[in-house]
């Protein structure tokens, strides 16, 4: 009877990609930590909770301008607007993109964002309502 080989398995993937944060403790982040600590201020200034001021430097220039404008808070402003879920997925090493629900009695929306890793830390990079 021939003998049996067990073909050798590939190295395990982690399901989820760490990012570093440079500005120190903690070390590591996941992609759904990350969207959770980034994110949820930025759907806070979309739904008049939060002020705009309060993120600018977690912003980049081109999505403060688009929040100053006030362009995308119209679109999404409903009495009892609230964050229904926030996902976020690794794209790279150094880029994170994620999707933020809001809901309210009358409609529900979806805002896109994107996360990049820089010198100074983690910026909203792109914002967009869908």
Known sequence: MPERTVPERAPAVPRRT???????APADRSSGALAARLGEPV???LLGRRPLSQIKSRISPAVHA???????RQVLHEP???LHSLHARPVGADLVEGCAV???PKRTRAVVLRWERGEAGWLCTFLAAV
């Open 66 to 72: 688009l929040l100053k404008s006030n362009a995308l």
């Open 43 to 45: 759907v806070d200034v």
């Open 18 to 24: 760490l990012f570093a944060n440079p500005a120190g």
């Open 80 to 82: 009892r607007a609230r």
């Open 102 to 104: 809001i809901s309210s």
